[in-house]
């Protein structure tokens, strides 16, 4: 690698992780319109539900804006490097940006985080009906899941919603606990990833708690249906006299 692309590959490095952590505090505000639009919707206050998921909309657009152009930069180094006449880079940014946009699953209304806001709202009367218009598998995959590639620690065998110390490598986004991975890197030659099937090789310097993960491993944790405890409970209500 050439000291401009290794100079690049820097700069482009910063520059995304910048972009990423504006992400992540779009994301934070987007699971409080969230929380607050279920409230509004349990008070009957749908004219404030209304005026949420307008504003949710547009947020999402932009989150979509911004995660596009985060990828988009981290991606220009390895197309600067194919590359043989002088480059433009603002118009290789935007080229990046647009072809990551058409590659995307959904965007606007049909965008994953626009979906599971309006799921939240309709989960508040409806929960386990599909939605107006979606079928039942349509709305399994409005799971936060969809960013969440292993939900157990390959390493400890641990849910990522219980790791102390979660971390997610940069190239294949699996998740580990710090620690585990940490050893297994240094101590395994060559260290592919442990997760079956999984080709990449594990770097110290590439597997971190990136800004998005705590907030998606959160998320999780709230989809998660609660502990089924309720009918182990045993009665200890003390009886009366007459029943003893």
Not at 18 to 37: F, H, I, N, P, W
Not at 153 to 181: F, M, Q, S
Not at 194 to 199: E, F, K, M, V
Request: charged share 25%; net charge negative; hydrophobic share 35%.
């Amino acid at each position: 690698m050439s000291s401009v692309t290794t100079k690049l590959s820097h700069a482009a490095d910063v520059a995304s992780s910048e972009t990423q952590t504006l992400v992540a505090d779009m994301r934070k505000a987007l699971g409080s319109m969230k929380s607050l639009a279920v409230d509004y919707e349990r008070d009957g206050k749908s004219d404030k539900v209304q005026k949420l998921q307008e504003m949710v909309l547009e947020m999402v657009a932009s989150y979509e804006d911004c995660t596009a152009l985060a990828q988009a930069i981290k991606d220009v180094p390895g197309v600067y490097r194919s590359l043989i006449r002088p480059t433009d880079f603002k118009r290789l940014i935007e080229n990046e940006v647009m072809k990551i946009k058409e590659a995307s699953a959904g965007s606007g209304q049909n965008h994953p985080l626009f979906r599971q806001f309006r799921e939240s709202v309709w989960n508040v009367h409806h929960a386990g009906q599909p939605m107006p218009g979606e079928e039942q598998e349509d709305i399994v995959m409005t799971s936060t899941q969809m960013s969440i590639l292993n939900v157990t620690c390959p390493l400890t065998g641990k849910p990522v919603i219980e790791l102390a110390n979660p971390v997610r490598c940069v190239d294949c986004k699996h998740i580990y606990e710090k620690e585990p991975v940490m050893h297994y890197i240094r101590s395994k030659k060559p260290p592919q990833c442990p997760i079956a099937g999984c080709p990449r090789i594990l770097q110290v310097g590439k597997v971190v708690c990136d800004p998005l993960l705590l907030i998606e491993i959160e998320e999780l944790r709230s989809s998660e249906p609660p502990a089924q405890n309720a009918t182990n409970i045993e009665d200890f209500t003390p009886l009366d006299e007459d029943d003893e």
